[in-house]
T-cell receptor, first 111, second 115 residues
Framework: KQEVTQIPAALSVPEGENLVLNCSFT??????LQWFRQDPGKGLTSLLL?????REQTSGRLNASLDKSSGRSTLYIAASQPGDSATYLC??????????FGTGTQLKVEL | DAGVIQSPRHEVTEMGQEVTLRCKPI?????LFWYRQTMMRGLELLIY????????DSGMPEDRFSAKMPNASFSTLKIQPSEPRDSAVYFC?????????????FGSGTRLTVV
């Protein structure tokens, strides 16, 4: 059974700092990995999707990398802003096209 | 496209009542998923459909839960009878890996409270 772990569970940083969120998964036979953002009381917003054949994806200040062999992904956020405060979830897709989610990292960016 | 649309946004019901949650996926997406989110268990997959056909319902907690997808633009998740432990946020998502938007798109969720 696929298990997805995210470290740290919570993170607080000052505005402007670069930061890295970590995601690990136990079964490396994945089709893709997707990072989501969830604001309190809201739904999930897709940030980046990395297919199994790719190593990384970039969107603005966000960069996500994938190392399938080691079962790891990182989400790099450059020059963090208070508006980046949210819970970040990674999820992997294996057989059947269904997502298995990690427990999330709660990020707070302080002024 | 307006994205994945769920209704209602909030539902408060008494224990024992029937609850029906609704979802309209993104047009052209061929997969539809129902997830449940709680503080204790995080996001759990309940059931998913491919081309309107249920593929995997192993996450449905018990027979009180049922889901249907009568056509490509509509799905329901029904709980009958409801219990306080069913209180959670229920998300619907749709996905496509041939069209747009590519990947998974989630609705805003239905917050269910059973008292």
């Amino acid at each position: 059974k696929q298990e997805v772990t995210q470290i740290p569970a919570a993170l607080s940083v000052p505005e402007g700092e670069n930061l890295v969120l970590n995601c690990s998964f136990t079964d490396s036979a994945i089709y893709n990995l997707q990072w989501f953002r969830q604001d309190p009381g809201k739904g999930l917003t897709s940030l980046l999707l990395i297919q199994s054949s790719q190593r990384e994806q970039t969107s603005g200040r966000l960069n996500a990398s994938l190392d399938k062999s080691s079962g790891r992904s990182t989400l790099y956020i450059a020059a963090s802003q208070p508006g980046d405060s949210a819970t970040y979830l990674c999820a992997v897709t294996a057989g059947g096209n269904k997502l298995t989610f990690g427990t999330g990292t709660q990020l707070k960016v302080e002024l | 496209d307006a994205g994945v649309i769920q209704s209602p946004r909030h539902e408060v019901t008494e224990m024992g009542q029937e609850v029906t949650l609704r979802c309209k996926p993104i047009s052209g997406h061929d997969y539809l998923f129902w997830y449940r989110q709680t503080m204790m268990r995080g996001l759990e997959l309940l059931i998913y459909f491919n081309n309107n056909v249920p593929i995997d319902d192993s996450g449905m907690p018990e027979d009180r839960f049922s889901a249907k997808m009568p056509n490509a633009s509509f799905s329901t998740l029904k709980i009958q009878p409801s219990e306080p432990r069913d209180s959670a946020v229920y998300f619907c998502a749709s996905s496509s890996f041939t069209g747009t938007p590519y990947g998974y798109t989630f609705g805003s969720g239905t917050r269910l409270t059973v008292v």
